[in-house]
């Protein structure tokens, strides 16, 4: 009798711990996970997006096929438009950002469309999806002045000849000048410079690539760090980066964002800005300056040109400008 309370004491645990928790998600069948690394394949080979899209659009798809699994909807082919509205309104529910509800439903749609073309599923069910607009907050923005300021607050910190202070003042130049992005920023290498004809070669999201001009004082930034700065920190695993962090790596998004803060900390009248604020400062600043927006659009490597007129704002001061210069009866 001891015995077999013993084999049975002995065999209790294990049975629990091959039951899931209470709030696990289900397991997703076997087309579900086919189709979802399918899908996979399909972002990165085909259209080309980056990793951090690709999974994001992974992560919102996995979402809406363990939601489906707990409705007893475990192939793809039997999603419909009324899982689709109860998963977007389990999301709303749970407090999640109008944004974030917006974005699942965008990556529905695009896992939707291709599960369609591929006869994964008979009929597109996203097609009458509605979802709720994205809040159109804007980052804080620098005004031409503060952003003046704090590029004069980072050359007179890398007084002192120090390398990385060096690599911080051309690299809040270059963001500021070109508006490009941080991600892009980093991911230069030194021949994507051409310091003669002040240009930097890009490679924007979609591995599209655009050439952006940038101004004098960060040609001049730029020149310092690398015949100053970069030389002392390089070394064989440094390759081609065009910034480098202490140990001679390539500099990441992370050291880029630390010293932009900790910059414009020295700017009393300045929003707590990063590097998205900066891009968004240059387009901002060169609209202002009379830019045409399609010219803009091209410099922040959009691809249409709503994105920029989402992106920026101009002046009440230089639309009633416009507007009196223009119209026979201002």
């Known amino acids: 009798m001891s015995t077999q309370g013993s084999t049975q ?14 709030d696990a998600p289900p397991s997703l069948s076997a087309p ?6 399918a899908f996979g394949t399909h972002l990165s080979a085909e259209r080309g997006r980056s990793a951090h899209t690709a999974r994001a659009y992974l992560g919102d798809v996995r979402s809406l ?10 192939d793809p082919a039997d999603v419909d438009l009324r899982v689709l509205r109860s998963w977007l309104a389990s999301l709303t529910r749970s407090g999640r950002a109008r944004s974030t509800v917006a974005r699942r439903a965008a990556a ?3 896992f939707c ?3 369609t073309r591929t006869g994964r599923i008979p009929a597109d069910p996203s097609l009458r999806l509605s979802s709720p607009r994205r809040d159109r907050t804007l980052p804080g923005v620098l005004r031409a002045n503060e952003a003046a300021e704090l590029l004069s607050v ?4 890398a007084d002192d000849g120090d390398p990385i202070r060096l690599r911080d003042v051309a690299a809040l130049e270059l963001l500021y000048a070109s508006g490009i992005r941080v991600g892009e920023l980093v991911a230069l290498d030194v021949d994507d410079v051409d310091l003669e004809r002040r240009t930097v070669r890009v490679l924007g999201k979609g591995s599209k690539e655009r050439v952006v001009p940038f101004g004098v004082p960060a040609a001049t930034a730029v020149s310092a760090w690398l015949t100053e700065g970069r030389p002392r920190l390089a070394d064989a695993a440094s390759g081609l980066a065009l910034l480098l ?27 707590d800005v990063g590097p998205h604020g900066l891009r968004h ?7 202002e300056g009379g830019a045409d927006l399609r010219a803009v659009q091209e410099i922040l490597g959009h691809a249409t040109l709503a994105t920029t007129q989402i992106y920026t704002h101009v002046s009440v001061e230089r639309l009633r400008a416009t507007y009196e210069q223009a119209h026979p009866r201002a």
Do not use: I, K, M, Y
Request: net charge positive; hydrophobic share 45%; with cysteine.
């Open 281 to 287: 400062s240059a387009a901002t600043h060169l609209l």
């Open 9 to 22: 004491a002995s065999e209790q645990p294990s049975t629990q711990a091959n039951t899931p928790p209470a």
């Open 65 to 74: 096929l363990e939601f489906a699994a707990s409705r007893g909807v475990s």
């Open 154 to 157: 980072a050359a007179v910190a």
């Open 32 to 37: 579900a996970c086919d189709a979802l690394e």
């Open 108 to 110: 529905a749609r695009t």
């Open 245 to 271: 962090g202490r140990r001679g790596r390539r500099a990441d998004q992370r050291q880029v964002r630390e010293a932009v803060h900790r910059l414009v900390a020295h700017v009393p009248s300045a929003a």
């Open 113 to 115: 469309a291709w599960a």
